[in-house]
């Protein structure tokens, strides 16, 4: 369990420094057309599909976060839930 921990940080970490480059790189390339140092359409795109992996990045980060928080008795409840939920609308158009 405790290397799983470690496997996961490490993923946290990972994913916020590429996040974080990949949201500087945006930045410079939006900055820099704005500027008028880049021409083209090209670069705005770019820092545009940069930015929102940036933003991707830093969304997996948190509900990754959020999940390893949240008990796990609550997942497997909450899984239930959902099927007995979905039975239920399932039985109900039947009649």
Not at 27 to 48: K, T, W
Not at 68 to 74: A, E, I, T, V
Request: with cysteine.
């Amino acid at each position: 369990m405790r290397i799983f921990m470690k496997r996961e940080n490490f993923s946290y970490i990972l994913r916020a420094v590429a996040g974080g480059y990949l949201f500087y790189l945006a930045y410079q390339l939006i900055r820099g057309s704005l500027d008028g140092q880049n021409e083209g359409i090209v670069p705005i795109i770019a820092g545009i599909v940069f930015g929102a992996v940036a933003v991707g990045c830093f969304f997996s980060i948190i509900s990754g976060i959020i999940k390893s928080r949240m008990p796990q008795d609550s997942l497997i409840e909450k899984q239930f839930d959902e099927e007995q939920e979905l039975q239920n609308q399932e039985s109900e158009k039947e009649e």
